[in-house]
């Protein structure tokens, strides 16, 4: 667990301020959290968990020390973005060319007729204000049956930036261009490659440890006490990724539905983070769902071994 003080929760002055010792790590509905360390703080940015037409802004917090966070409120909302209307979610960030990509979903689009899917939104800092990028959605339609939603932005070896994305139990890859206006073919033409394991649902995320590929997903109902995050490991980004175990999930004495993730890589102690959402037991609106972070280890041949999710 992540654990640096002991003790009850305690709430500094500020409204802004959360001094908060344990998961959840701030107070709040936020769930779908993308974590990010720009210079030397911590960054993390949720959904906020409302019910769809309340979902029209998204506020980030930053920490240094994992504990105290700080709330930066509506760094985002429809008002900069005129084609959303609602459904903002699980945003996305990446620093490239000293500004700041927020990738996220919007409005839920249920079909190819209907306005909406994944925007993205730049700023020149990590808590904007962001505007918008492109002036409409980057990816508006169902390719290979992906909803376009869930989106993460993954950053291979050789620099080049990928979109991985999906709902509807379809995940897709495609290569960004250099100012992420659009995408590359890859060498066979095709845009948006397939890319779904076995049991996939939404929420994909890569990254690379000891040059191996690390895929990792939510699986189960987004609402139920089965949602969890499961992985593969792959050679490429392109994989093929055979799915090799689920490894976070609900605990029936802690919490129940644990999933869509990011992880953080603490690079100086090798330490590895996995943040999360979780709904706390007992409680029945799908959208009660809190930020969480625990630790996240391996065995020797590498692979991801179970995460005990905790309250500290
Ligand atoms: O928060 C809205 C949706 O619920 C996300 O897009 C899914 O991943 C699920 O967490």
């Known amino acids: 667990s992540l654990l640096f003080f002991s003790g009850a929760f305690s709430f500094a002055q500020s409204s802004k301020t959360i001094n908060q010792s344990g998961n959840p790590i701030f107070k709040g509905w936020y769930a779908d959290p993308d974590a990010a360390i720009f210079k030397n703080k911590y960054w993390i940015y949720p959904t906020y968990s409302a019910k769809y037409r309340e979902q029209v802004f998204l506020d980030a917090f930053s920490s240094e020390d994992l504990i105290k966070w700080q709330k930066h409120e509506h760094i985002l909302d429809t008002a900069a973005i005129k084609w959303a209307n609602k459904a903002m979610w699980a945003p996305a960030i990446v620093e490239k060319d000293k500004k700041y990509y927020l990738f996220f979903g919007a409005n839920d689009i249920q ?160 330490k590895y983070y996995i943040i999360y959402h979780r709904r706390p037991l007992g409680d029945t609106d799908g959208n009660h769902r809190v930020t969480c972070i625990d630790e996240m280890h391996f065995d020797a041949e590498g692979n991801i071994l179970p995460v005990k999710i905790t309250n500290e």
């Open 111 to 270: 079909s190819d007729n209907e306005v909406g899917g994944i925007g993205v939104a730049v700023s020149d800092k990590p808590e904007g204000p962001f505007k918008d990028h492109l002036g409409k959605p980057l990816v508006d339609k169902f390719y290979n049956g992906a909803q376009p939603i869930d989106q993460f932005v993954f950053k291979d070896k050789d620099g080049q930036y990928y979109l991985i994305y999906g709902g509807w139990r379809h995940c897709n890859i495609a290569k960004l261009n250099k100012d992420f206006t659009g995408f590359l073919p890859f060498d066979d033409g095709i845009i948006f490659k397939e890319i779904t394991p076995e049991k996939y649902v939404e929420g994909p995320y890569m990254f690379i440890r000891n040059g191996k590929y690390y895929f990792m997903w939510s699986e189960g109902g987004w609402t139920g006490p089965d949602y969890s995050v499961a992985y593969a490991i792959g050679d490429s980004p392109f994989g093929p990724f055979k799915r090799v175990d689920k490894i976070l999930k609900q605990d029936p004495s802690i919490a129940t539905g644990a999933g869509h993730h990011s992880v953080i890589i603490n690079k100086k102690n090798d």
